[in-house]
């Protein structure tokens, strides 16, 4: 399949809403006199959030006047990154990562849960306009692999089981808590701490410790 | 000036230049895909790797500054598995259809991949495949072949000035396209044909009709416009194929606009291949002693101011040089080059020249552009504006109706009246030009065929007097010689002009222009008109006078004729050129003109000797040692010779109507290419569809 994936039914026309486009021009600001055009990735995320998480190409012509610069230049940054999606999505837009780390610690079974849960294989939204499911490269959070993103959202530590019950959630409309599905506090060990485990036994840390808490030491 | 050591070689080169430039001044071969010396540099095929000492890896040498001390290696062992190895990469995914491709035979990738690349491929997966993109009527695509090198990019964007092309997506599924498949957009559109090193960007109108082994090549010169743009013309048979761009860095670089290359079509069809005669009212084809015989009976009797004689746009230097020889034996004074009735003065010669040269517009840092549109009248000169001010400090000023030009410019005025208030340093742009160290005035044809062209032209000459851009040869203060300045320039758009004026084909005293022939023609004053190859004239206010046409293509002149002579096309016939900067240059046969037809030159000579005065050569070698006595400039091939400044123009008063534009289809200027399919299917693609939203618009 073609790796340009842009939607065929297209509105007529696109505009940023009072508030974004006060945000678009905070945003361009930023920028010195002529380089406007360093604001078109935050225009095109602004974009896609207000238009329900994909760009239509009436928003890339919004901001490729807005910004001065021809809109092929623009369109080539949206279709640079998967980050932008170019045709409609699901309500959820689940991007499952599979590299490496994530693959290690079983992504093929949060994909393989939602082909079975949703029928979703990369790509595919479910017809229900609830799921979109994408396929991505590292989302850099490896210490809790594998992840699943759901919009904004990361779900850590994912596994069959949990990535079913989180489906289930969200399609019941609940939202559970974004984090570790795992129930472990940030990225801890999963079996509570695994270091440094004999310096509640050891009274001469303890003491140590005391003294530097005093300012006895000098240390701080 | 960095020194590099090149494979034991020491070569200095100027700051700023690559590893890749010193390695070529070292005599070091370096392939290359996505490098181009007149492109950004990318970097991005890889293909360029050296070995460099102290790197940990190869580099690529054409985005790598050469640095003083740098020692470079192209011969190691290091470079050479580079070289396989990229290239293994880059025909990964590079379908193996030489046999089926229009490239084959003059493919870089073909050619590199049998000098450097590995023998055969560890690749057994599927090969990606990607979808051909529209791109016009002249560019085909067959995108699964592109290597992503992006020349064509940033040749639309950088030299073209279109920005439509570029590079979806990334990676495998990355894809080169124009926004939403958009025709191209350019006169320069077909170039990106020859910088795609591969056979992802092929002609259209050439799609799978010969292979390049095949083909005659001949180095000629273009007729489509007055740039003069260096070709080589490729026949096979008496049949011209395709038409290629020249290396001329004074005049083309290694442009060609695409009407220079694609209205070659246009030589096959329509063509006037056999004397014809009008009897009863209709054209019948005669053998040539009939038709010069009629032509002789006609003109006896008739008195020198009877007849007129008028060349058209593309003819050559000799053809219109034995016309007026001919137009003189018969003692008529009767005699005009300029079909478009521009009040051209040829009083002095640089009066009508480019006098800044092309090649100077890359000096100048203000433009003053009066009555042209250089995207249509010479879009490869538009081109090197273009180029100027993408460097920077270059400020441009129109008078005329605005256009987009590709860059940048401020529109003064519509017409006469700004063009004054410029030249009494009433407006802005005055202290522009006066401020400029090399200014200069582009003054095209829309302001000189007008009644009041002469005004405008010695108003033009005072602008330049005035603000400086008639700068004398100096020397500085290291004792250098400074060239000479000489911002006036004349941009014309018919490629046989200049030529023309040169010879003093123009009215002779009390002599007739083409205004005052046709008035003549239609009041019967003048019984006889000689049209070579003049089409772009009123044939309907020719009256009831005996036309003798003679030209290669069936058009409006020939409609009209009485008697047609058929003669060669460009290509067809050796002939000089002296293009807008005065430039003598010569094209060379390519072909056989069809049928009975003849070179031009031949026809006035066999003519005159039915008129019963032969004129004084019988070979073009004789014709051309006369032309030579005649006027100098003829002597010297392909230089640009500096003209003397002097009196030109006329002082008068200047109507208030907007300058207009000559070329109003960019696509459709003479008879070749009104003959040629391809312009045809370009003027609908590119020209209607804006001609209507201006009509609609109002």
């Known amino acids: 399949m073609s790796g340009i994936d842009i939607a065929e039914n297209q509105p007529e026309s696109f505009a940023f809403t009072p508030e974004n486009m006060a945000k678009a021009d905070a945003i361009i600001a930023k920028y010195p006199e002529g380089r406007q055009a360093s604001a078109v990735m935050p225009l095109l995320d602004l974009a896609q959030r207000q238009h329900d998480n994909w760009i239509p190409l009436a928003a890339i012509d919004v901001i490729s006047e807005k910004l001065n610069m021809p809109r092929i230049r623009v369109l080539e940054v949206a279709t640079f990154y998967t980050m932008y999606n170019l045709k409609p999505v699901g309500k959820y837009f689940l991007q499952a990562c599979t590299t490496t780390p994530c693959w290690l610690r079983g992504s093929d079974q949060v994909m393989k849960c939602i082909k079975d849960k949703l029928g979703l294989d990369n790509h595919q939204t479910s017809e229900d306009g609830m799921f979109t499911l994408l396929e991505v490269e590292c989302l850099g959070a490896c210490a809790n692999a594998p992840i699943l993103q759901v919009n904004d959202d990361f779900y850590e530590d994912a596994n069959y089981e949990n990535t079913a019950k989180l489906l289930d959630a969200l399609k019941k409309g609940e939202v559970p808590p974004v984090g570790s599905l795992s129930g472990r506090n940030v990225s801890e060990p999963e079996k509570g701490a695994q270091t440094l485990l004999s310096y509640k036994d050891n009274e001469a840390a303890r003491s140590y410790d005391a003294k530097i808490s005093a300012g006895e030491t000098g240390e701080k | ?259 220079t290359r694609y209205a070659c079509d246009g030589l096959k069809r329509q063509r006037l291949d056999r004397p014809y005669l009008r009897k009863d009212g209709k054209l019948q084809p005669v053998s040539w002693d009939d038709a010069f015989a009629a032509i002789a009976a006609k003109m006896k009797g008739l008195k020198g101011a009877e007849i007129a004689a008028i060349a058209g746009d593309t003819v050559d230097v000799e053809s219109m040089f034995a016309l007026k020889g001919l137009m003189t034996a018969l003692g008529s004074p009767n005699l005009d080059c300029r079909q478009d009735g521009a009040k051209l003065d040829a009083t002095t010669r640089a009066g009508y020249l480019f006098n800044s040269t092309i090649a100077g517009i890359e000096e100048a840092d203000a433009i003053l552009i009066v009555g042209a549109n250089p995207r249509w009248d010479a879009a490869v000169l538009n081109a090197r504006i273009r180029k100027r001010w993408l460097e920077g400090g270059l400020k441009v000023g129109l008078i005329g109706a605005p256009v987009d030009l590709t860059y940048k410019y401020d529109h003064l005025g519509a017409g006469a009246q700004t063009l004054t208030e410029v030249a009494d340093g009433k407006n802005a742009f005055a202290s522009v030009l006066k401020d400029a160290k090399k200014p200069m005035i582009i003054l095209g ?195 640009a010779p500096e003209a003397a400044w002097g009196p030109f123009g006329a002082e008068g008063a200047m109507s208030e109507t907007g300058f207009g534009t000559t070329v109003e289809n960019f696509y459709m200027t003479d008879p070749i290419s009104r003959a040629s399919q391809t312009m045809a299917e370009c003027t609908e693609v590119f020209v209607l569809p804006k001609q209507d939203k201006t009509g609609t618009e109002g």
């Open chain 2, 445 to 639: 044809m829309g302001a000189l065929t007008r009644e009041d062209g002469a005004a405008v032209l010695a108003t033009a000459r005072k602008i330049a007097e005035s603000t400086g851009m008639l700068v004398p040869a100096s020397k500085d203060e290291e004792g250098n010689e400074v060239p000479a300045w000489n911002g006036f320039s004349v941009l014309h758009t018919a490629a046989s002009r200049v030529g023309g004026l040169d010879l003093g084909f123009l009215p002779g005293k009390g002599g007739a222009d083409v205004a005052g022939m046709l008035e003549g023609a239609s009041k019967g004053a003048i019984k006889a008109v000689y049209l070579l190859g003049a089409d772009e004239i009123d044939t309907q206010r020719l009256g009831d006078a005996f036309v003798i046409y003679q030209g290669h293509h069936g058009d409006r002149g020939a409609h009209r004729a009485d008697v047609i002579l058929p003669g060669a096309a460009y290509t067809e016939k050796d002939g000089l050129y002296v293009n807008t900067e005065g430039r003598v240059q010569m094209g060379l046969r390519a072909s056989f003109p069809p049928g009975e037809a003849r070179e031009d030159w031949a026809i006035v000579r066999a003519l005159s000797a039915h008129l019963g005065d032969a004129l004084p050569y019988d070979s073009l070698e004789q014709l051309r040692a006369a032309l030579r006595k005649s006027n100098e400039i003829f002597t010297e091939i392909d230089i």
């Open chain 2, 1 to 259: 000036m960095p020194k590099l050591t090149i494979n034991g070689v020491e070569v200095e080169v100027p700051a700023g230049a690559s590893v890749l430039q010193a390695c070529e001044e070292a005599g070091a071969e370096v392939p290359r895909f996505c490098y181009h010396e007149r492109l950004s540099i990318a970097g991005n095929c890889r293909m360029c790797l050296v070995e460099m000492e102290r790197s940990p890896k190869p580099v690529a040498s054409c985005a790598m500054p050469a640095g003083d001390g740098m020692v470079i290696r192209t011969d190691s062992e290091l470079v050479k598995k580079a070289r396989e190895g990229v290239m293994e990469f880059l025909l990964i995914n590079h379908p193996l259809d030489c046999p089926i491709c229009d490239q084959g035979g003059e493919c870089d990738l073909q050619d590199q991949a049998m000098a450097f690349g590995h023998h055969s491929s560890r690749y057994d997966e599927n090969k990606r495949a990607v979808e051909d993109k529209y791109m016009g009527p002249l560019v085909n695509t067959i995108m699964t072949r592109c290597i992503h090198c992006t020349r064509c990019v940033r040749f639309s964007t950088e030299v073209a000035g279109v920005t439509d092309m570029g590079l979806l997506g990334r990676g495998e599924n990355a894809e080169i396209t124009t926004y939403l498949e958009k025709a191209l957009d350019s006169e320069l559109s077909a170039n990106v044909i020859d910088l795609c090193p591969v056979g992802a960007l092929t002609s259209k109108p050439y799609a799978f009709v010969a292979r390049p082994w095949e083909l005659r090549k001949t180095e000629t010169i273009d007729v489509m416009d007055a740039v003069g743009s260096n070709i080589r013309v490729d026949a096979r048979g008496s049949e011209v194929l395709r038409v290629l761009p020249r290396l001329h860095e004074e005049v083309n670089e290694e442009w060609i606009s695409d009407k």
